[in-house]
């Protein structure tokens, strides 16, 4: 028996971000998959429930919550903490696979912005697949990534002129920033990487970027960082959790195209 599924991208946190290609799809799904990341995220899975309320036009449909495993340091080696985590996720969602699709139903993974940036989706179901244990076939619907909404929110352009734009995490930033593009975007910051930048560098920063509790703020990263900083601390310890993301441009980028 054929499994199918459709990874769906539902944009950044805004359900006005849902396109019509992913609204279509969520019309063609029997059994919607939830992730439950745990408490802090339980307003993430409240608003994938609502665009299912919002955009499906049937009741043709049920929702299965699932939990991810959490990540632990096991090993001192973080690349290896990973895969072991990857594989108890791996293992989650071949079950879910297994046990709650028939043959007649199309799955779905609602995935929070686009599926390619950031997401292991796609490689959790390519790896499933490729071990044969089940026969699956999958489809990518592409959602507004926070990228774009950020850029958007800031109504500024990514990169130069012609130029290449980077895109990354805190992690890899607070390892420097690199020499070879003057556009960086950083993600998953835990630990405020932005402070260890040159202070000259420009940051166009956004948390809950399209959502009700967005936080925008801009500037030279000496003027603004520890207001960042602050902004950061404060509406985590209101809301519990936090996603936020930014550019860094080196001064003198061009604007443009
Ligand atoms: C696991 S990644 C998922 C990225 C997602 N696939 C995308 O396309 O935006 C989570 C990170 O995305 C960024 N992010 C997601 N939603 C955001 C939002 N509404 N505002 C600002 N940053 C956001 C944050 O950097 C967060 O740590």
Redesign the pocket.
């Known amino acids: 028996m054929k499994r199918k599924v459709i990874v769906i991208?539902i944009g950044?946190?805004n359900p006005d971000h849902v396109t019509m290609q992913a609204v279509d799809a969520l019309n063609r799904v029997s059994v919607l998959f939830i992730p439950d990341k745990g408490t802090e995220k339980t307003d993430l899975a409240q608003l994938r429930r609502q665009i299912c309320e919002r955009f499906i036009r049937n009741d043709d449909y049920r929702m299965v919550d699932f939990a991810t495993p959490p990540r632990k340091r096991s090993t001192p080696d973080y690349r290896q903490d990973i895969n072991i985590w990857r594989e108890q996720v791996e293992d989650v969602y071949q079950r879910l696979l297994t046990e709650e699709l028939g043959d007649d139903d199309c799955g779905a993974f609602l995935?929070?912005?686009?599926?390619s940036?950031?997401?292991g989706t796609l490689r959790i179901l390519e790896k499933i697949r490729a071990k044969g244990a089940l026969e699956l076939e999958y489809e990518v619907i592409p959602?507004i990534?926070?990228?774009q909404?950020?850029a958007a929110r800031h109504r500024v352009p990514l990169h130069g002129i012609g130029a290449s734009i980077m895109i990354t995490t805190g992690r890899k930033l607070a390892e420097g920033f690199p020499d070879d593009v003057d556009s960086v975007v950083v993600?998953?910051?835990a630990a405020n990487a932005f402070k260890t930048v040159d202070g000259d560098l420009d940051i166009h920063w956004?948390?809950?970027?399209?959502?009700d509790e967005e936080i925008l703020l801009s500037g030279k990263v000496r003027d603004v960082g520890d207001e960042i900083e602050r902004l950061r601390d404060n509406a985590r310890e209101e809301h519990g959790w936090i996603?936020?993301?930014y550019l860094l441009t080196r001064a003198g980028k061009d604007d443009g195209e």
Not at 206 to 211: L, R, S
């Open positions: 991208g950044a946190g995935v929070w912005g686009d599926p940036i950031y997401d959602g990534s926070s990228v909404a950020l993600m998953l910051d956004g948390a809950y970027v399209g959502m996603m936020d993301s």
